[in-house]
């Protein structure tokens, strides 16, 4: 068979989307000689997966493909493109597809974050956030299947578009290699000095959404820092449209004690869980809530809203808060922060439940699918 995967989203930089894609390909290919693969990259994206291993396997063929996501171009000359290929089956990594394409494809839903925060696209005018929705709703309702990431999605595809469930297939994620690549004590000490820390850290992984509630994380880690000395670390592409963060942060009071490091590598993320004493994921919505899930397999306690995906991935490795109760959130951190035996009780439930998510289970399950339809 010939597998079609739209992969134009494959490179680091395109945060959680990149990861599912580099990890899901990887593990597809070295599962899998047997069906071709034709990979349709930006040439960004090109770069970086031809330093592979597995783009090497002689099952594998790329198409550059220089058709930026979310665009005009993507619906208008994409199909003629794919099915130049002549691929059995495409394969989407996100729900965006183009509209016109009629050929058999599944399509992965990651969430349904801009349907149900609509805010979180607010530089969007009004007439593209429609055409967001019709397009996630065009690929729900065309796909052969789709694949959730949770069952928490799932749920949202079903509830929002009236979808069969028989036809949506939760597929769980998993936390990457790379947030825990070996991390020495000196390259974590080159962290404390360059950014001058000598306290407790709090962080924070992820995008500076508003979904993402950080200026209720910002509030309450100024109640924890008038108690305990602590810094609070927010890593991940700095979005400066987003101004109720960084005004939180102006009037926060504790302005010299948060840290904004912007997108880093995967060696410093791995020594920013290292370094960190509590991770805490303040999140309103969540398709899978990755980055908690990277932060056990490394070793740190998890924090984290009781909402959404995030009991259903975080199990009782988590201690749960209401997000919207402030208070609530900093008595959460300071239990962590002041608790040695809570803190190792949550590691090890931590390492537990991440050693039950892996990336081979997920491309087993994905090839199952695509043999499927």
Not at 20 to 26: A, P, R, V
Not at 196 to 205: A, D, R, S
Not at 209 to 227: C, E, G, I
């Amino acid at each position: 068979m010939k597998i079609g995967i739209d992969a134009r989203m494959y490179r680091s930089e395109v945060a959680g989307i990149g990861r599912y894609s580099q990890n899901l390909i990887k593990n597809l290919l070295q599962l899998d000689s047997k069906n071709e693969y034709i990979f349709f990259m930006t040439q960004k994206d090109a770069d970086e997966f031809l330093l592979t291993n597995e783009s090497k396997n002689s099952n594998v063929e790329v198409v550059i493909t220089e058709i930026e996501h979310y665009s005009l171009a993507e619906q208008l000359k994409l199909p003629k493109i794919f099915e130049a290929e002549k691929p059995d089956l495409m394969l989407f990594l996100n729900f965006n597809h183009p509209v016109n394409y009629k050929k058999k494809f599944i399509t992965v839903i990651h969430d349904l974050t801009l349907i149900k925060f609509p805010d979180t696209a607010k530089r969007t005018n009004a007439i593209k956030k429609m055409a967001f929705n019709y397009v996630i709703k065009s690929a729900c309702q065309n796909a052969a299947k789709i694949i959730a990431i949770s069952e928490n999605t799932k749920r949202d595809i079903v509830d929002i578009f009236h979808i069969d469930p028989a036809n949506v297939e939760v597929i769980y994620e998993a936390a990457d290699d790379k947030s825990v690549l070996e991390c020495r004590q000196e390259n974590v000490e080159e962290l404390k000095k360059k950014y001058k820390i000598n306290e407790q850290v709090v962080l924070y992984v992820g995008q500076y959404r508003p979904h993402k509630n950080l200026p209720t994380l910002v509030d309450a880690f100024a109640k924890v820092k008038s108690q305990i000395p602590s810094k609070l670390v927010l890593v991940g592409k700095v979005d400066p449209e987003h101004h109720r963060l960084f005004e939180s942060i102006d009037k926060s009071g504790v302005k010299n004690d948060i840290l904004l490091t912007g997108f880093v590598t995967d060696e410093d993320l791995s020594c920013w869980y290292k370094l960190a004493t509590v991770f805490v994921f303040p999140s309103l919505y969540e398709g899978f809530g990755l980055p908690g899930l990277e932060a056990m397999q490394a070793g740190t306690p998890v924090v984290a809203a009781n909402n959404s995906v995030l009991p259903e991935i975080y199990k009782d490795a988590a201690l749960y808060f209401d997000p919207f109760k402030t208070e609530e959130i900093s008595d959460k951190i300071k239990k962590v922060l002041e608790d040695e035996t809570l803190r190792a009780d949550l590691i090890r439930k931590g390492k537990v439940v991440a050693q039950g998510f892996t990336w081979q289970k997920t491309a087993e399950k994905t090839l199952k699918i695509i043999k499927q339809v």
